[in-house]
């Protein structure tokens, strides 16, 4: 006999394995099955990037015999759709092992409790063609091409791209799987940026473009080996249009998804220096040029060029920010990075405001290291699309590296410090084996 309660699942999946279809045929003991499929935008915060659409991931669901209806699901958390539904039960896995998972269960919980629903809980179905099948997902998402595309997707999928530097494959896995989750929200970073400066520091060199682009690939491949989320390469200034070209292919080959090149000419120095160091800024027409030129040697159509204005960082005004943006837009460039060295991040909010003014689209990049108050919601205000947070990982290990050997040195023996370092325990456990 068919009861007339009504069962709810949340499925944020790209395939239907047999742990799913376990899942329903333990759902229809109790009742008519509801589906909720999780959109685009939270599965990404979820780290649960979509390889299909939400249509096709709709689709899938509905091919389920015992699925009686699916709706889209638009939170992580579950009050709207328990609001909306007021099922009788919510059926879940008894996988609630990370801190994400735990904070979902206590908020179907809280929610269930208020009307006296149930949580059925079936066992997780751990078996080697469900776990091969999740590990081939993971391997699909770190492809070249997949990689690649992934930024613009990211960028019609979310309003701002949360981006962290990396400089390592260490940093890599931080950016890859750090995740927050507290009550009301549960979020991790969605692209990574590996930045001249940090990329330079770690290997001792001033950030000059002096570490040469084959040492630079051999850090992006570090990362790519442990990590599949999209990369954004500082390009310094791209350096000769002959030579750029050449960059671009090699990027776009590897699965880079975007390089920015800044305009400024001859010796370059670190744009936090400002004019406190002599800097020269490329003349428009020229930079123009090296757009140009990578945008024909582009192949694929996922790739992008992204254009850097130096204009207030050398201190030439607004209108010159302005101005140069509109025409390297008009050269090709897929987005515009403004980067500013001010504390305040009125300069920046405005060039944002005067942009977008005329041009809804382009997406905008910014670099908030000295006006780093600013929060992501204020920048998603003023039509920012990407924010990078640009140095933090290599500036939060320097002090603490440089403590642990003051400290081994003061007190010749390691036994001070070794309470403010990871365990032994865990630094043999941290990584993963295959
Ligand atoms: C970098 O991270 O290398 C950058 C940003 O280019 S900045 O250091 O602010 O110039
Ligand atoms: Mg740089």
New binding site residues.
Partial sequence: MVSNKLVYACFCTDVIHEGHLNLINEAKKYGKVVVGVLCDSEMVKYNRFPLKSTSERVQLVKNIPDVDKVIIQENIMYDDVVNELHPDYIIHGDNWSDDSMKIIKKNILEVLDEYGGTLIEIPYTFNPKVQKIDRQMKEKLAMPEIRRKRLKQLLNMIPIVKTI?VHSGLTGLIAEKTIIADENHIDQFDAM?I????DSTEKGKP?IELVDMTSRFRTINDIMEVTTKPIIF?GDTGGIAEHFVYTVRSLERMGVSAVIIEDKIGLKK???FGNEVKQTQDDIEHFCEKIRAGKNAQLSEDFMIIARIESLILEQGMDDALKRAFAFRDAGADGIMI?SRREEPNEILEFCDKFREQDPETPIVV?P?SYNTITEVELIKHGVNIVIY??QLLRAAFPAMQNAAKSILKYQRAHEIDEELLSIKDIITLIDEI
């Fill in positions: 530097e940026w930045s001249s400066l940090c950030d500082d670190n744009s936090l980067h670099v290291s640009a140095n």
